[in-house]
């Protein structure tokens, strides 16, 4: 099946909303098909898009005030009781500062408590270093019974949140501050350990995740003027890894980078490149944050900045395929 | 089960130390002067106070209990194989390789524990959150939630998020423990990091507040009929023990926290016991 993109998805006129504002409809929803779903804030209710649920379900929400530990140990209590806790703080604070009680509450006890991390990415912008969260994906994918979710867009982060509610599992869901472009349709699918082809090509594999997904798409674009016929593949899932579309894609082209907007290191690039490391051993280009911290800045500017947009990522991409060659099967 | 007298209560706090004894001996490993020092609070909850069914762990209407300072669960292990949870034979594999008896609680491993823990500070979140669901989300005032915190886990700040939480929220159905045996593994709990005064603290935190000596089964089990009595706030028991409980050369010495009896010291060990108060238990009641 083709993947239903947004036709608009190339265009200036690109519709743009916060992912974060489709994980608040999305667990209104959630509330509304299942009345065991509760949700838990950290003082951040409207930041983090939970206050659409909180209207809806006073009842099932629960003020935790700044206290990110008793975030997630009150949630994996309320779990054993049944329900089905979502947690959200910034993630930097949840689950940048309470992973040990993620660890041993919700993984290890197998229950299953959603860590909902928002303004995570160096497109928080202003804030700073300290509040643009770029080692989440690395913490919580290292974690045995933990899924890992990095939405692309506003409509998949509604449709995961949907999912993550029937999941039964301890899970992590990251989410973006800034508007962030579009590029799926409501039609498009979305399932928890699948990835998605989103435009075919032979001479290289664009793997991204979260918000970087858009980008690659501009980036492909642009390389196709160059006579460069990309292969763009969305990863919403890290953990479980869609093994077997990346592993395809890889065959296909014998080139694969990887983009997230997050530390380079110990991520979703790292998770791609011991999947194939064992299976298919190739050069991956990992383009993520190289072990530094963000800084403040306007979101675009920190995105140019640290070379994540279409066209910054071109000359990378572009770098790449000239110094590696692809891959043959033997 | 049909309750028992305070003497056979007793009698059950002892067979549950001997027990203690015999699987940390055989384990070769593991913390002994805590577990000794809960054994009578833990006999009240599991042969009085509590709601439960052993043969039916999940059973919906059951109260739940959390232990916080997972580094203490041999003596749950215990209490829960006197119980009838499980058969007494299986106490021996503590901390080996394949068991459902891990050093420290593991949910998933055993039916009958409702949390896994063992870094300390987070047993009381949980109780506060299960607690929470049965009163404001399913509306059922009949079940209680029961957890046991050690004294030198309160240096923890995630306990004071969960204190606030359960005062704000008059969790009334939460039902707390804490171990005051004043020793924690660098030393005295006031010598490491003071915790007086401990019961102005909680009542500051909106928490009713009880304290009893934790070796006294009437006042242990008077003391939760008042806390679940009391309808506009969460009660905290402050339970004074002395570690190592019953067994002479263990008691109010530290250095027991979280080493093992060898067998020499596990034959005294038990032979206290056996002759505790001068008076004869029932034989062949350990393992």
């Known amino acids: 099946m083709t993947y239903p993109l947004n036709p608009l998805v190339y265009s200036k006129e690109v519709e743009v909303e916060p992912i974060r504002a489709g994980f608040g409809r999305g667990l209104k929803i959630a509330g509304e098909h299942n009345e065991n779903v509760v949700a838990l804030c950290a003082d951040l209710t409207e930041s983090t898009q939970m206050h659409l649920f909180k209207e809806a379900f006073p009842k099932r929400f629960i003020e935790i005030g700044i206290a990110e530990q008793n975030l997630v140990t009150v949630a994996s209590g309320l779990a054993r009781a049944g329900k089905i806790p979502f947690t959200s703080s910034y993630a930097a604070f949840s689950p940048g500062r309470n992973w040990e009680q993620i660890r041993t509450t919700a993984t290890l006890n197998n229950q299953p408590v959603k860590v909902v991390g928002s303004h995570a990415g160096v497109s928080v912008g202003p804030d700073g270093a300290t509040h643009q969260m770029l080692e989440d994906i690395a913490i919580m994918r290292v974690l045995p019974n933990m899924v890992v979710i990095a939405p692309g867009d506003s409509l998949e982060a509604e449709k995961a949140t949907l999912a993550l509610a029937e999941n039964g599992k301890p899970s992590y869901l990251r989410l973006a501050r800034e508007k962030t472009p579009i590029f799926s349709t409501k039609e498009s699918p979305f399932e928890i350990g699948k990835a998605y082809v989103l435009k075919e090509g032979e001479d290289v594999t664009l793997l991204g995740t979260g918000t970087m997904t858009y980008h690659l798409l501009n980036a492909a674009k642009l390389l196709e003027e160059k006579g460069v016929n990309a292969e763009v593949v969305h990863v919403p899932t890290i953990k479980p890894l869609d093994e077997k579309t990346i592993l395809a894609s890889a065959r296909k082209t014998g080139r694969v980078v990887t983009a997230e907007e997050a530390q380079a290191a110990g991520g979703f690039g790292s998770a791609v490149t011991e999947f194939l490391s064992t299976v298919l051993p190739m050069p991956v280009k990992r383009i993520g944050i190289e072990d530094r911290f963000g800084e403040s800045g306007a979101p675009n500017e920190l995105m140019e900045y640290f070379g994540l947009t279409g066209e910054k990522l071109v000359p990378q991409i572009e770098a790449f395929i000239e110094e590696m060659p692809r891959y043959h099967q033997a | ?287």
Request: glycine share 10%; proline share 5%.
């Open chain 2, 1 to 287: 089960m049909g309750k028992l007298t305070v003497t056979q209560l007793k009698q059950k706090a002892n067979d549950i130390r001997r027990d203690i004894i015999t699987m940390l001996e055989a384990a070769g490993s593991g913390h002994s002067a805590g577990p000794l020092g809960l054994a009578d609070i833990f006999a009240a909850l599991y042969f009085d106070v509590m709601n439960i069914r052993p043969e039916e762990p999940e059973w919906a209407d059951r109260d739940v209990f959390f232990l916080s300072n997972g580094h203490c669960v041999p003596v749950q292990y215990a209490t829960m194989a006197e119980a009838g949870y499980f058969d007494k034979e299986e106490l021996k594999t503590l901390r080996k390789f394949g068991s459902r008896l891990q050093g420290h609680p593991e949910r998933e491993k055993l039916p009958g524990l409702e949390n896994t823990s063992g870094p300390l500070g987070s047993g009381l979140s949980q109780a506060s959150g299960y607690a929470y669901s049965l009163q404001y989300l399913d509306e059922n005032p009949h079940r209680f939630v029961y957890v046991i915190m050690g004294d030198g886990e309160l240096d923890e700040g995630n306990i004071w998020e969960a204190a606030m939480f359960a005062g704000k929220n008059k969790l009334s159905q939460l039902i707390a423990f804490v171990d005051r045996n004043n020793i924690q593994i660098d030393g005295t709990t006031e010598d490491v990091m003071p915790l007086e005064d401990l019961k102005g603290k909680w009542e500051s935190f909106g928490w009713h507040v009880l304290e009893i000596d934790g070796h006294n089964i009437e006042s242990i089990i008077d003391a939760t009929s008042q806390a679940r009595a009391i309808t506009n706030r969460p009660t905290v028991i402050i339970a004074h023990t002395i570690p190592g409980k019953g067994v002479d050369f263990m008691e109010y010495n530290y250095k027991w926290h979280g080493i093992p009896p060898n067998a020499e010291q596990a034959k005294e060990a038990l032979e206290d016991l056996r002759t505790l108060g001068g008076k004869i238990t029932h034989e062949g009641a350990g393992v």
